[in-house]
């Protein structure tokens, strides 16, 4: 049985962690909301230039169709983009993307084509990197942004579709996950090159000439960069929401751990106590009776 | 006669407002949208767009880069990657 210093020394230790999970969690919680309201906030963009591309790209089809909309043709050679967090403390999220990540690299080498992967944020590169020591390109260090924002977005965004203007793959994927509630947060396959066909809205002004400027294929080609741009800018807002999201929750139940855990320290702090009160009890009597 | 005018960046809704009239520094050339003005899509150069918000006031200069103009049945939009001002 440990000592009583012992024990003490421990329920001081474990309430401290408490402290620190306990405001981990609490900034997790504030920044939670505003991380929120940012991904809200993006959505009008998304939406529009989806509707766009959508009335575009059922305009402008066959052979005229720009490279990151037809595709190369070929669908050999597979991109990743995997998007991590910088941070840890966030319960298994990390460890999930990792794993939808892994598990579609696998699926692809297992169908005979080549992978590689585009790592964003810290936090996934060492668990790829042994899954996958060989198939390891770019990365993208975003611990050094406090919030990422469009700008990187539009970093990320370059490089790839410069990679893919260069012949260095046909097809690029997105691992990221999609924040659902501070729970739940699935990680997502998304294609983002070339840019899946979106399916063609009903268009609502179906007698009306759309005149454009310069062409169809113009703005269709300067559009479609700017689509895979807010798909990486999406994806990084919803990295932070599930970030905040999953550091609440695991943050929650570390908390509640140690408090669990302070409570038998301390039930065993005090029996121990008694116990001891107790033999030097006994000791006393016993002295006084044998004089 | 009012034209209902949005500005979107990637980050937020920045306007969403009935106006008078705007002018878009279109790529090839500056083009003014009033209220009723057929479907219309264009992109656009980095400059300034001018808000009229009546009929004869001085206009509300916002400096816009990279995006593009779609004027529809439900009044203009324009996406911008970056605004200023």
Redesign the interface.
Known sequence: MASLKELKGRITSVKSTQKITKAKQMVAAAKLRKAQARAEAARPYAERLTSVMASLASKVGGDNAPKLLAGTGSDQRHMLVVVNTDKGLCGGLNANIVRAASQKARQLIADGKDVELYLVGRKGRAPLKRNFPERIGNQFDTSQVREPGFEEAEQIASEVIGMFEDGKFDVAHLVYPVFKSALAQDPTVQQIVPVPAPETAPSDDAGAVVEYEPGEEEILEELLPRYVKTQVFGALLEIAASEQGASMTAMDNATRNAGDLIQKLTIQYNRSRQAAITTELVEIIAGAEAL | MALHF?L??????VRSEEVHMVVVP???GEFGVLEGH??????IRDGALQVFKTAGAAPETIMIQ???A?V??AGL?V?A?HVEG
């Open positions: 949005e979107v960046t990637p980050a937020k809704l279109g790529s090839e057929s479907p219309f899509m264009s992109t990279g995006g593009f779609e529809g049945d939009t996406l990657e």
